[in-house]
């Protein structure tokens, strides 16, 4: 009674990597389980009302668990942005998640209403959160170590190495814009 | 000898009962039809968009609704909402707002600041806190809705029993307690709820009927979904399983008859 | 026994940390080679269902710690963000639930297949004493569990259970108040207590896990019992653990995993109590109180003592008296396959134990109609009650003396291979 090999290591091969594959499949749940739960992803993207903010006017919101700016600026300080070249700055790149990743620093890339300014407000060196219109260029002066940006968020002097991100972010209409 | 013992304790077993119903015994549950109660059941959306409506116009004036967020209004396994409408639902009711720039958290009035809903939220409270219920509602306290369903003993029966046993006529000799109402499926039979709803109270968009009966059968599967959202990924993930499980066993089995072939 | 070990490495690695840490030869020795009596059934394979939902109550506990919160405000909360937010938390936390019921049913099996086969006797008593160690700390660990979710449920448990310790007051005046307080780290159950049973909830299983390797071990000494009771004589009574009896385990394990995704998906709180949907009010008392149904017998037998201390004597005696059975019991013949007088009694205590479940799930004043009088169920909990300390310490000592067994098989192999193959 010689049992077939090819037949049983077949039954064998078989039983096992069925058994393997619901093993992986099973896996799955145990490690989807860490990653963030419906309700951390339902703050995932925020809407803001624009209309309570001023003109010359920067809130900061809490947007993923981090400091977000949104700034109406003046005509003058639109100008000021725009007159800058992107030469002159020490990050040539618009950092606008909107925008492709080789796109140039100009101030329309940093916005898509020139009246709102609105970046992440988590300092690109190491972290801290920068304070509103202090610094040489009347835009935001990082305490910790001195970084300065102007008021396009671009880093202008010190020792963070790149602008403040610009997020996903989108007008619903002109007073509402959803973020993220 | 086995048997015949087993056989006379089941036969013991069969010949007792429970004694005889005393006064305040909850009546046995109506037995109704509900889609989501086979093992393949799901929530039928219209029920559960009916139902909505009914726990939004008529119940959410005194219970709450805590552990259900707005988002789940419009994902998957639930009431359907598109995510447009969730957000106007969520968007439609008054939350209790951060502390402002000032750190207030109360008008010059005293009332409460408020900002709309987004669909982070959870349903708002109609109460601040459980003494403020009970003031509201002679002392009773109505209970939280979001687990109701798996709350209770046989769930759904109970709770539309509940709903629609006011109609009955309290047997000769009860007299329920002051301010509360008698309804033969409460535990006791006084139940501080006054009938929540009668027939026509709810219009439904759609047209559909909309007695106490067709309320309350909509209101309870709404519930249901809202005590147990995933209980269609649990159904359809779990035949899934099932059925990997059958076959894996299959051959396991296989596998063990061969290995054992030439063990004797 | 096992006997000289036979593995021989086969690569030059092997052979390397063969020489450094024989953990291969080891697995090899005790996995693989291991010579198993050939004629275990159906209810040997108890061992390694355990074994997997050992690992399943691990593996899904660890996973639902990282969003648990074991503070009295938030643990409900916590659970229920589990339910409703975690990815696949509703099917972790209900792995869980439904893993801890197929544990204690497995349990209950296999402890009743020792006591059916007379595993317990000479030479395997430490390996009983082990099992009832771990079968000890398996309820310990549940109960502490129970708790967690913080329902009504979880907190009155705690109460009732934490509270016997009070009637130590009746032997050393403050004794038992004063345990208590020191279970409770407070005047009742409470925050407190909730984060402590979480760290031991935590920590126990690793326990759990290190008994059942001494009850491996303790088991491969003399090697496995069989049905038969009788002493594997040569190695034509026996096969290698691998393949015969990992392939027999894989099927059995495969069975319950039906029963238990049946469970998980299809009717996930069947056995649990709706009372623990509702968040723990130390103010309200639930009407009734009951433990998960594992624990049903040991309440069914605490209730029916009126006294309190007896009632928690009686509950104590009835778990350290399975420690007790190797000496119990008189009879030198193990399995009750040759035992035809203890079999009957043997059968009668599983249905005691099933009647005794029942019993604890109904209130403490049910009532059954009989003829034409109101039987109060607690009679029957005491009749219950008294036929299992009777089954252990008398009929136990004194059957074993009085019946005739049947004549014993020469040999495993002749009983196996003699006939058409036993299974």
């Not at chain 2, 900002?115 to 403020?132: L, T």
């Not at chain 2, 929540?196 to 059968?217: H, I, M, R, S, W």
């Not at chain 3, 503070?71 to 659970?79: E, G, K, T, Y």
């Amino acid at each position: 009674m010689t049992a077939d090999p090819t037949r049983r290591d077949f039954l064998y091969i078989a039983t096992g990597s069925v058994a393997g594959v619901g093993a992986a499949v099973a896996l799955w749940p145990f490690i989807d389980q860490m990653n963030p739960t419906s309700a951390v992803l339902a703050l995932a993207s925020i809407e803001i009302d624009l209309t309570p903010i001023q003109v010359g006017q920067a809130v900061t919101f809490k947007f993923r668990g981090h400091p977000l700016f949104v700034r109406r600026r003046t005509p003058k300080e639109i100008a000021s942005a725009a007159a800058v070249t992107v030469t002159e700055l020490p990050d040539p790149l618009a950092r606008n998640e909107n925008l492709p990743e080789d796109a140039p620093a100009t101030s329309s890339n940093r916005q898509i209403k020139p009246e709102w300014l609105v970046v992440s407000g988590v300092c690109t060196h190491l972290g801290c959160t920068p304070t509103a219109f202090e610094g040489e260029y009347g835009g935001w002066f990082c305490h910790c170590h001195g970084s300065q940006y102007d008021n396009a968020g671009r880093i202008r002097k010190g020792p963070a190495p790149q602008n403040l991100a610009v997020p996903v972010y989108s007008f619903l209409s002109d007073t509402r814009i959803k973020v993220g | 000898m086995r048997f015949a013992l087993l056989g006379g304790l089941a036969l013991g077993l069969a010949l007792a009962h429970p004694a005889a119903a005393a006064t305040g015994d909850p009546a046995p549950v109506k037995d109704m039809h509900w889609s989501f109660e086979s093992p393949f059941g799901t929530y039928n959306r219209a029920d559960l968009q009916h139902g909505f409506q009914v726990y939004k116009e008529v119940c959410s004036a005194c219970h709450s609704l805590n552990r259900v967020a707005f988002h789940t209004l419009s994902e998957e396994g639930g009431p359907g909402f598109t995510p447009a409408e969730m957000k106007a639902i969520a968007a439609g009711y008054k939350i209790p707002a951060e502390p402002n720039d000032k750190g207030e958290t109360v008008d010059d009035k005293g009332e409460r600041l408020t900002r709309p809903g987004i669909p982070a939220d959870h349903f708002p409270a109609p109460f601040a806190n459980d003494e403020a219920a009970r003031a509201v509602n002679g002392g009773a306290l109505p209970p939280d809705l979001s687990l109701i369903i798996k709350a209770r003993a046989h769930g759904a029966q109970y709770v539309y029993s509940l709903l629609t046993g006011f109609d009955q006529k309290a047997p000769a000799g009860f007299k329920p307690t002051e301010g509360k109402y008698y309804n033969p499926y409460f535990p006791g039979w006084d139940i501080g709820m006054p009938p929540p709803l009668t027939d026509g109270q709810v219009t439904f968009v759609d047209g559909a009927p909309n007695k106490v009966a067709d309320e309350a059968y909509a209101v309870v599967t709404f519930l249901a979904w809202a005590s147990e959202p995933h209980l269609e990924a649990r159904h359809r993930i779990g035949l899934g399983v099932m059925i990997f499980l059958i076959v894996l066993s299959g051959m396991l089995y296989l596998t063990y008859r061969r290995v054992w072939k030439d063990a004797h | 026994m096992s006997g000289p070990s036979t593995y021989v490495p086969q690569t030059g690695f092997t052979r390397w940390l063969d020489q450094r840490l024989p953990l291969l030869r080891f697995s090899h020795d005790t996995i693989l080679t291991f010579p198993t009596p050939r004629n275990l059934n159906f209810w040997y394979a108890f061992g390694a269902i355990l074994t997997f939902f050992l690992g399943v109550q691990i593996v899904t506990g660890i996973v639902l710690a990282m969003h648990y919160v074991p503070n009295a405000d938030l643990a409900f909360d916590s659970v229920e963000n589990i339910m409703r937010d975690v990815n696949y938390g509703w099917l972790l936390r209900y792995m869980h639930s439904n893993g801890a019921s197929m544990f204690f049913l497995a349990v209950y099996v296999h402890m009743f297949r020792g006591l059916y086969y007379g595993s317990y006797k000479a030479p395997r008593e430490v390996l009983w004493i082990l099992g009832v160690l771990i079968y000890l700390l398996m309820v310990v660990t549940a109960f502490m569990g129970y708790v967690l979710p913080w329902g009504q449920m979880s907190f009155w448990a705690a109460t009732v259970i934490t509270n016997l310790f009070s009637s130590l007051d009746q032997v050393i005046p403050h004794l038992g108040s004063v345990i208590a307080t020191w279970l409770w780290g407070d005047f009742a159950v409470g925050d407190a207590t909730l984060n402590r049973f979480f760290s031991l909830h935590y920590l126990l299983p690793f326990v759990i896990a290190a008994v059942v390797g001494l009850h491996i071990w303790a088991l491969h000494v003399p090697g496995n019992n069989n049905p038969l009771g009788i002493d594997v004589k040569g190695p034509q009574d026996s096969l290698a653990f691998h393949p015969y009896y990992t392939a027999k385990d894989a099927f059995y394990v495969g069975i319950f995993t039906i029963i238990f995704a049946g469970l998980v998906f299809f009717a996930p709180d069947l056995v649990g109590n709706p009372d623990n949907y509702i968040p723990a009010n130390p103010l309200v008392t639930p009407p009734d109180i009951v433990p998960e149904w594992y624990l049903l017998p040991f309440y069914a037998m605490l209730r029916s003592i009126p006294q309190k201390l007896i009632g928690v004597i009686v509950l104590v005696g009835s778990l350290l008296t399975l420690a007790f059975i190797p000496w119990l019991d008189s009879s030198r013949v193990r399995s009750n396959r040759f035992r035809p007088l203890m079999k009957q009694f043997f059968w009668i205590l599983v249905a005691d134990c099933i009647l005794l479940g029942y019993l604890g799930s109904q209130g403490a004043d049910a009532l059954w109609h009989v003829g034409g009088t109101d039987v109060p169920l607690v009679w029957l909990a005491r009749l219950g009650t008294a036929y299992y300390f009777a089954f252990f310490w008398l009929i136990m000592p004194i059957v074993g003396l009085i019946e005739t067994p049947r004549p014993l098989p020469d040999s495993i192999a002749k009983s196996v291979l003699g006939a058409a193959p036993a299974e």
